[in-house]
């Protein structure tokens, strides 16, 4: 009824599968393994296991996280070589370990104890996002839609991080990178260098400087806040 069945004979055109291959899925360590070679192997710091990456403070450095506008008045007070990081809205000033248990009598020798500070000092045990080694000249860290959401601090007199060091939004950068095959404790301000005469940063006057500047944002913030607000702060 339905006739004879045909033969199958062999075709030479190749088979075409209709559902394509599926591609292998990228590494996803493998950014974030070069950036962990590049910390451990190039700086010889240590890293924490697991995304994101992070640094272990108190090791090499504590941190001294401040605002951005408060950090940036305090930039001429540290050595060229010490490094800085943006976080958001905040600044990262690298100083010597063990500088973070130093910092409530700090300020309460400076006079800054009774006051409000939105001044953050990390010490041991402490954790810090790591920032994005920085990119070579000639290539870009982001795509170029973001630059101009990456330069917002601008609006705040806080000046831009440079273009090789502008990462995503909310990631932390480097303002001022560590530089590989230099030890950073001779950067990075000290209590011991108080009076002396080195090119050693002096972390009594780091600490003040931020500190003041802290004072001077909070007090900005204030002042422009309606009066309602202000006087329910009070």
């Excluded at 640094?55 to 930039?75: I, M, Q, T």
């Excluded at 070579?136 to 831009?160: K, L």
């Amino acid at each position: 009824m339905f006739g004879a069945p045909q033969p199958v004979t062999a075709s030479s055109t190749p088979f075409v599968p209709l559902v394509p291959i599926p591609r292998r899925p990228l590494d996803p360590a493998g950014a974030s393994g070069q950036v962990r070679r590049w910390y451990e192997n190039e700086l010889g710091w240590p890293t924490v296991p697991g995304e994101p990456l992070r640094l272990p403070v108190g090791v090499r450095y504590d941190v001294l996280d401040a605002p951005a506008e408060a950090g940036h008045a305090a930039l001429r007070r540290l050595a060229p070589g010490s490094p800085v990081a943006l976080h958001g809205d905040r600044m990262l000033l690298l100083v010597a370990a063990g500088s973070a248990e130093e910092l409530p009598g700090l300020l309460e020798w400076l006079d800054w104890g009774a006051l409000a500070l939105d001044l953050v000092a990390i010490g041991a045990g402490g954790l810090m996002e790591a920032p994005s080694p920085p990119v070579p000249h000639g290539e870009r860290a982001v795509p170029p839609a973001r630059e101009s959401r990456a330069a917002a601090p601008c609006e705040a007199g806080i000046p831009p991080a440079p273009r090789d060091r502008v990462g995503s939004q909310g990631a932390a950068v480097w303002l001022r990178p560590p530089e590989p095959g230099y030890e950073v404790e001779a950067s990075l301000p000290t209590l011991s260098a108080l009076g002396g005469g080195g090119g050693t940063p002096d972390l009594v006057r780091l600490v003040n400087t931020v500190a003041t500047q802290c004072h001077r944002v909070r007090l900005r913030r204030a002042c422009a806040q309606p009066p309602a607000m202000r006087a329910q702060g009070r």
